[in-house]
């Protein structure tokens, strides 16, 4: 019978209930987070023309996008990223009000080397808004990755801002040569990883001059933020983040070639994962479908990232891997009725109920089934419950059971569900 | 500066905040239906091994899967369906617990023709039972095709059920060659859509003889539900499914080859369009990648038509186009600080709140944007209002507008919205 192997793709991932439960709850607080701010979904297709994708993205990239011949022979290709469908989204619907503030959460494919932590295809979570240039704007981005963090539970984790416009006096000043800037400023990101020295060494094989590199690190040493940066960091104060959990940190660069404000990236600082969300301002990006450009600022969540985190510092350790509540056991097939009964009670009490669907089996094996879906109560009632009128609610992880009687039965569960 | 034309691909769709809201609220009621019966949710990858997808589908399906080399020069192809991909994670996993109750919601693609409610591109919601042969299971689908209609605010629609067991048994008795029977069965399909005299036609054409046609239609008339049938019926009106909502129809045959039983489809009967769930058990498919027979039934709830079918019957009026309830405007740039201090205590009181963005633009714009997007209400207030410690809270709808005082302003707000 066997004809075929069940195989999945090497950097590909199934979701099974367990890993979904995690990443449900994220997304739930993240679109709360989102919404509450003002924010509004858009999904944009898994397929664009391949030349909408491949304009902005970069050698680099360009070598790592899904693209191939579609049965009408159009050159298409599978989404790169969520900021290239945003800008031919505000292009094509120019009667979109402004500023658009939107939230994409879907899937990206990269054909990358798959290894711990990287896969072909993940889910990105973006956040932007398009069409202001109001520091409010980018404030509001910032306070939106501190009240994910908080809500998912961290403690320890800090904000990094500095903007691209003092890197880019610092470039000139120093006398970098303009065409080497974005280069330049991609070694110093590196400054959170390697030392001044590696750095160094790394700018002198891009033919930086070594007194440019050390005017450029003096002056970085120096930098203060901007007058725009500075009202960005006291709105982001007066939106009710504590001091201890953003800073201004000159060092920050940021990898992306579009920045040409504000950026950040938020790190947690008792995990080695690296940054877990970071953006920016970009105001000429989408302008390359549109007539004029248009200001945006925004960032991207790493769900992955989070996930991988939260595992690490066992956050959520109730955290179920089942959104059913109750397993109503069947005694017999003579007890279908009853067992009907009280899970359509429960139900309509909006309490998540499983009724256990064969016959036959032993309660034994009722339960053995309850435990391995992780459901963490169970109804059981015989000939015997029946007859006094009750059934016995079963506390599937303390192993602890009690009797109940059927008319107080629906109270007596919920204060303990 | 522009560069490339923003164009989406023939045959795929952007859903803007106005389409998301409509399928935001029909994901979150299937979502809590499946959830209530004791459903977890699967995600599988987009790309699967080519040969994975092919293997089952048919040769009209294998023309319309998108299907490439990738980087690598494996033979892949995007996901067709949610049945396939569920079969591979069986196989793949046999340690999940059985039975799996499993619902999956996510995209699909297929060259079609696009045309009205064709899309090349669609999300698939399917719920399945895996690996029980209890009539229970079959009847729970059915309940919660019922349950899902209901709650989305469909008065009129019929769940029509056959199995295909009565069907195979027919073709047996009125002496249709073995090797036809399922070509039969999808004439007979039609005969809701078309007349005895046409599917009579289609029958001669597929080389049927007349007599067999008759005696086919004559055991259709005089079909009765076997006995698992019955017990699934019976099931259905014990889940307080009313007799109304669901009726035993020996036509309906369902046009997919791998049903092996109880088969159920609903229609809304205020509409023309079509069925917009449908379903059945399928206890061989799933050997396909296994060495054993898995038993399975399930349905899938079709998003697309029931969308078009809410829009047309106009059942949610009074949905609206974001999930920002309040605009907070600003006088000038000076109540700033205030206008951000009564965003944070809307927010804290779970009340999405949008804080305008740009300091400079007047009321009136603030006001219209409020309106574009949707937004019910706006917080206003100015230098007055803050001497009186008031604010005017503004209902965009109705067009009137109160003041509050700031110490009751939360309480009289969240009646209010």
Chains 1, 2 share one sequence.
């Not at 890993?19 to 919404?35: E, G, P, T």
């Not at 304009?55 to 050159?75: H, T, W």
């Amino acid at each position: 019978m066997k004809t075929i192997e069940p195989k999945i793709l090497k950097g590909f991932r199934d979701f099974l209930p367990e890993q979904m439960a995690i990443r449900q709850k994220i997304f739930s607080i993240i679109k709360n987070v989102f919404q509450s701010y003002g924010f509004d979904p858009l999904e944009t297709p898994s397929l664009e023309y391949a030349k909408i994708l491949l304009e902005k993205s970069g050698e680099e990239a360009n070598k790592l996008i899904y693209r191939f011949k579609d049965q009408g022979n159009r050159d298409v290709a599978l989404r790169y990223d969520l900021t290239v469908p945003l800008s031919r989204v505000i292009a094509q619907y120019p009667d979109i009000p402004k500023p658009f503030k939107r939230y994409q959460i879907q899937p990206v494919w990269r054909a990358d080397k798959p290894q711990k932590g990287r896969y072909r295809e993940f889910t990105q979570c973006d956040v932007d808004i398009v069409g202001s240039s109001s520091p409010l704007a980018d404030a509001e981005i910032i306070v939106i990755i501190y009240d994910i963090l908080k809500k998912i539970g961290f403690e320890n984790f800090i904000i990094r801002i500095n903007s691209r416009q003092i890197l880019f006096s610092i470039m000139q000043s120093a006398g970098v040569p303009q065409n080497k800037t974005l280069s330049v400023i991609q070694s110093i990101d590196k400054l959170d990883k390697i030392s001044f020295e590696e750095v160094k060494q790394e700018l002198i094989t891009k033919n930086i001059k070594p007194e440019i590199i050390e005017k450029i690190f003096r002056l970085i040493k120096k930098a203060k933020p901007d007058l725009f940066l500075q009202q960005v960091l006291s709105l982001v104060k007066k939106l009710d983040v504590p001091k201890n959990f953003f800073r201004f940190d000159p060092v920050l660069a940021r990898g992306l070639d579009y920045y040409t404000g504000p950026i950040c990236e938020a790190i947690i600082e008792e995990s080695k994962i690296g940054s877990i969300a970071g953006g920016g301002r970009y105001d000429k990006l989408i302008g390359m479908f549109t007539d004029k450009d248009i200001p945006a600022c925004g960032t991207t969540i790493g769900i992955d990232r989070i996930i991988d985190v939260i595992k690490e510092l066992n956050l959520w350790p109730e955290l179920s891997s089942t959104t059913t509540q109750v397993l109503v056991t069947l005694f017999d097939k003579f007890f279908l009725n009853q067992a009907i009964e009280i899970s359509q009670m429960l139900r309509s009490e909006n309490i998540n109920t499983e009724i256990y669907l064969d016959f036959e089996d032993r309660l034994e094996k009722q339960l053995k089934y309850a435990d391995k879906k992780g459901i963490p109560f169970a109804v059981i009632f015989g000939p015997e419950e029946i007859q006094k009128n009750t059934v016995i609610l079963k506390n599937l992880k303390t192993r602890t059971q009690k009797e109940i009687q059927k008319s107080n039965f629906i109270k007596e569960i919920k204060n303990k569900i």
